[in-house]
């Protein structure tokens, strides 16, 4: 079924063998993420058609700094 689609936070958390930045979403995917922003590194978006998100997925991340 396709939704709506997601903003996240995500955090980097160094460079993958291609050389592409790595980002790690956090576990919980509620409203209360809204407290973690200022610790988060930049914004996910997980486009509505994704069913799956698998490890190594590639998604658009906007740094926040």
């Known amino acids: 079924?396709?939704?709506?689609?997601?903003?996240?936070?995500?955090?980097l958390t160094g460079f993958g063998a291609t050389g592409r930045e790595v980002v790690?979403?956090?576990?919980?995917s509620n409203?209360?993420?809204?407290?973690g922003l200022p610790r988060t590194d930049?914004?996910?978006f997980?486009?509505?058609?994704?069913e799956q998100l698998p490890t190594g997925a590639l998604l658009e991340f906007l740094p926040l700094a």
Request: aromatic share 0%; glycine share 14%; charged share 15%.
């Open 42 to 44: 930049g914004l996910v």
């Open 1 to 11: 079924a396709v939704g709506r689609g997601a903003v996240r936070p995500g955090h």
């Open 31 to 35: 409203a209360a993420c809204v407290a």
């Open 24 to 28: 790690a979403l956090d576990v919980k």
């Open 46 to 50: 997980i486009p509505a058609e994704t």
